[in-house]
């Protein structure tokens, strides 16, 4: 007589040999998407405009984004990248996220972009683009403190926004 236990282990293991080889028929349509998949492997970014009057954006926008698709393994060129990219700063404000005795602690750096990719003629635009996490920063202290804080805060804002269109950008493409 045959024991239960040799049995029952090959009934086991049968099952798992038909789940894992099932998995690639029954997949639910998730896959990784990289720089590998797109269909240019360059970009061009043109100066950035600043619609805003605070001084300085367009170069942090500008490096931001040249930094995120370095990242992502997408050559930066300053001219006849496959892909051309052009950003504009629509809006830049400072929120009041907390007060105490009617003075700011803590303040949150709103900003809007807008991009437009052509890409052999085609154009692909994204409107009011801004970072998907609320970037916040201490005005406590001196006001070079404070300053600095918003410098921060402004950077971490540049970075966020350029992550995101990065990550629509290389979405738009590998579909």
Known sequence: MKNPKFKIQNLLNAAWLIIILSLPVSSCGYKIIGSEFLTFKS??????QNKTYE????ERMHNALSNEFIKQGIEVKAANGDVELQA?????ALGAVGAVNETI????V????????????NITEFRSMRSPIKITFQSTGTVSESVAHKEKATDKACREIAREMVSRIIIKYAE
Request: charged share 25%; aromatic share 6%; hydrophobic share 40%.
């Open 110 to 121: 709103i900003m809007y972009v807008d991009i437009k990719v052509t890409d052999n003629g």
């Open 55 to 58: 001084p300085g954006l367009e």
């Open 88 to 92: 504009v700063i629509t809006t830049f």
């Open 105 to 108: 602690k803590e303040q949150e």
């Open 43 to 48: 970009v061009t970014i043109k100066p950035v």
